[in-house]
Protein backbone atom coordinates (compact mmCIF):
# COMPACT_ATOMS: atom_id res chain seq x y z
CA UNK A 1 0.00 0.00 0.00
CA UNK A 2 1.24 3.35 -0.68
CA UNK A 3 0.13 6.74 1.23
CA UNK A 4 -0.06 10.28 -0.62
CA UNK A 5 -0.61 13.26 1.25
CA UNK A 6 -0.16 16.77 -0.06
CA UNK A 7 1.67 19.85 0.75
CA UNK A 8 1.47 23.58 -0.25
CA UNK A 9 4.64 24.83 -0.70
CA UNK A 10 5.75 28.09 -2.03
CA UNK A 11 6.16 26.95 -5.40
CA UNK A 12 2.75 25.04 -5.78
CA UNK A 13 0.71 22.08 -3.83
CA UNK A 14 3.65 19.12 -3.43
CA UNK A 15 2.56 15.41 -4.19
CA UNK A 16 3.69 13.07 -1.55
CA UNK A 17 3.64 9.34 -1.58
CA UNK A 18 5.41 6.86 0.57
CA UNK A 19 5.00 3.05 1.98
CA UNK A 20 5.32 1.82 5.54
CA UNK A 21 9.32 1.85 4.94
CA UNK A 22 10.11 4.22 2.46
CA UNK A 23 9.41 7.66 0.43
CA UNK A 24 8.27 7.20 -3.01
CA UNK A 25 8.51 10.93 -4.48
CA UNK A 26 7.79 14.56 -4.27
CA UNK A 27 6.21 16.03 -7.09
CA UNK A 28 4.39 19.40 -7.97
CA UNK A 29 1.18 18.90 -9.05
CA UNK A 30 1.49 18.94 -13.40
CA UNK A 31 4.78 18.63 -13.38
CA UNK A 32 6.63 16.26 -15.99
CA UNK A 33 6.57 12.44 -14.67
CA UNK A 34 4.20 13.37 -12.28
CA UNK A 35 3.38 9.99 -10.09
CA UNK A 36 5.64 8.08 -12.83
CA UNK A 37 5.27 4.28 -12.08
CA UNK A 38 2.83 5.08 -9.42
CA UNK A 39 -1.38 4.25 -10.30
CA UNK A 40 -3.86 5.79 -8.52
CA UNK A 41 -5.62 2.82 -7.47
CA UNK A 42 -2.41 2.14 -5.13
CA UNK A 43 -2.66 4.94 -3.42
CA UNK A 44 -4.64 5.41 -0.26
CA UNK A 45 -4.73 9.31 1.16
CA UNK A 46 -3.64 9.44 4.18
CA UNK A 47 -0.47 10.15 6.25
CA UNK A 48 2.37 7.98 7.53
CA UNK A 49 5.45 8.16 9.61
CA UNK A 50 7.41 8.80 6.13
CA UNK A 51 5.60 11.45 5.09
CA UNK A 52 4.92 13.53 8.54
CA UNK A 53 9.12 13.74 8.79
CA UNK A 54 9.12 14.68 4.83
CA UNK A 55 6.34 17.14 5.73
CA UNK A 56 8.42 17.88 8.69
CA UNK A 57 11.40 18.22 6.46
CA UNK A 58 10.10 20.45 3.68
CA UNK A 59 9.01 23.01 6.16
CA UNK A 60 12.34 23.28 7.69
CA UNK A 61 13.64 23.51 3.82
CA UNK A 62 11.35 26.79 3.35
CA UNK A 63 11.89 28.39 6.35
CA UNK A 64 16.09 28.69 4.74
CA UNK A 65 17.10 25.73 7.38
CA UNK A 66 19.22 23.17 5.82
CA UNK A 67 17.82 19.78 7.03
CA UNK A 68 19.61 17.03 6.06
CA UNK A 69 17.70 14.69 3.34
CA UNK A 70 19.62 11.85 3.90
CA UNK A 71 17.39 11.09 7.05
CA UNK A 72 14.51 10.32 4.75
CA UNK A 73 14.63 6.73 3.60
CA UNK A 74 14.22 7.03 -0.11
CA UNK A 75 12.11 4.12 -2.03
CA UNK A 76 14.66 1.50 -4.29
CA UNK A 77 13.20 2.81 -7.47
CA UNK A 78 14.47 3.66 -10.92
CA UNK A 79 16.90 2.16 -13.63
CA UNK A 80 20.73 1.79 -12.28
CA UNK A 81 22.01 4.80 -14.40
CA UNK A 82 19.36 6.84 -12.78
CA UNK A 83 20.34 5.74 -9.38
CA UNK A 84 23.84 6.55 -10.04
CA UNK A 85 23.12 10.21 -11.07
CA UNK A 86 20.79 10.54 -8.40
CA UNK A 87 23.02 9.46 -5.79
CA UNK A 88 25.11 12.56 -7.81
CA UNK A 89 22.87 14.55 -6.98
CA UNK A 90 22.73 14.48 -3.64
CA UNK A 91 26.08 15.06 -3.04
CA UNK A 92 25.89 18.55 -4.31
CA UNK A 93 25.95 21.00 -0.84
CA UNK A 94 23.10 23.49 -0.39
CA UNK A 95 24.17 26.79 -2.18
CA UNK A 96 26.25 25.16 -4.73
CA UNK A 97 25.30 23.59 -8.10
CA UNK A 98 26.75 21.70 -11.09
CA UNK A 99 26.25 21.82 -14.76
CA UNK A 100 25.24 18.28 -16.38
CA UNK A 101 28.44 17.08 -17.71
CA UNK A 102 30.25 17.64 -13.87
CA UNK A 103 27.88 15.31 -12.67
CA UNK A 104 28.73 12.95 -16.19
CA UNK A 105 32.44 12.55 -15.21
CA UNK A 106 31.43 11.93 -11.25
CA UNK A 107 29.37 8.93 -12.75
CA UNK A 108 31.56 8.12 -15.65
CA UNK A 109 29.32 9.06 -17.91
CA UNK A 110 29.92 11.57 -21.41
CA UNK A 111 26.76 12.06 -22.39
CA UNK A 112 25.47 15.07 -20.82
CA UNK A 113 22.31 14.51 -22.38
CA UNK A 114 21.78 11.06 -20.93
CA UNK A 115 22.68 12.68 -17.49
CA UNK A 116 19.88 15.30 -18.40
CA UNK A 117 17.56 12.79 -19.08
CA UNK A 118 18.03 10.98 -15.91
CA UNK A 119 18.46 14.35 -13.45
CA UNK A 120 14.93 15.14 -14.79
CA UNK A 121 13.31 11.65 -13.80
CA UNK A 122 14.41 11.78 -10.27
CA UNK A 123 10.62 11.47 -8.15
CA UNK A 124 12.11 13.57 -5.28
CA UNK A 125 11.75 17.40 -5.99
CA UNK A 126 13.58 19.00 -3.85
CA UNK A 127 15.02 16.24 -1.77
CA UNK A 128 17.27 15.01 -4.25
CA UNK A 129 18.73 18.53 -5.27
CA UNK A 130 18.48 18.64 -9.30
CA UNK A 131 17.15 21.90 -9.24
CA UNK A 132 20.98 22.33 -8.64
CA UNK A 133 22.30 21.26 -11.78
CA UNK A 134 22.75 24.20 -14.47
CA UNK A 135 23.99 23.73 -18.13
CA UNK A 136 27.08 24.65 -18.69
CA UNK A 137 25.96 28.37 -20.18
CA UNK A 138 24.98 29.39 -16.50
CA UNK A 139 21.60 29.73 -17.83
CA UNK A 140 19.07 28.21 -15.50
CA UNK A 141 17.78 25.59 -17.78
CA UNK A 142 14.66 22.82 -18.18
CA UNK A 143 13.34 21.90 -14.78
CA UNK A 144 10.54 18.97 -14.67
CA UNK A 145 8.54 21.21 -12.60
CA UNK A 146 9.05 24.81 -14.47
CA UNK A 147 11.48 27.27 -14.36
CA UNK A 148 9.76 29.91 -11.67
CA UNK A 149 10.16 26.77 -9.37
CA UNK A 150 13.60 26.10 -9.78
CA UNK A 151 14.45 29.65 -9.70
CA UNK A 152 12.99 30.29 -6.21
CA UNK A 153 14.49 26.62 -5.25
CA UNK A 154 18.16 28.30 -6.10
CA UNK A 155 17.44 31.65 -4.92
CA UNK A 156 16.44 30.29 -1.51
CA UNK A 157 19.55 27.99 -1.42
CA UNK A 158 21.66 31.60 -2.36
CA UNK A 159 22.74 29.88 -5.87
CA UNK A 160 23.93 32.33 -8.75
CA UNK A 161 22.51 31.58 -12.62
CA UNK A 162 22.33 33.58 -15.74
CA UNK A 163 19.05 35.28 -16.55
CA UNK A 164 18.68 34.44 -20.61
Not at 119 to 146: D, E, F, M, Q, T
Request: include cysteine; charged fraction near 20%; aromatic fraction near 10%.
Amino acid sequence: MLYRQYYLSPIGRLCLVASDQALYGVWLEGQKYFQAGIKEEELVDTSNPILKMTKNWLEAYFKGEHPNPDKLPLADRGTAFQLKVWSALRDIPVGESRTYSQIGKVISCQSAQAVGNAVGKNPWLILVPCHRVLPSSGHIGKYAAGEDAKRFLLHLEGIRFDNP
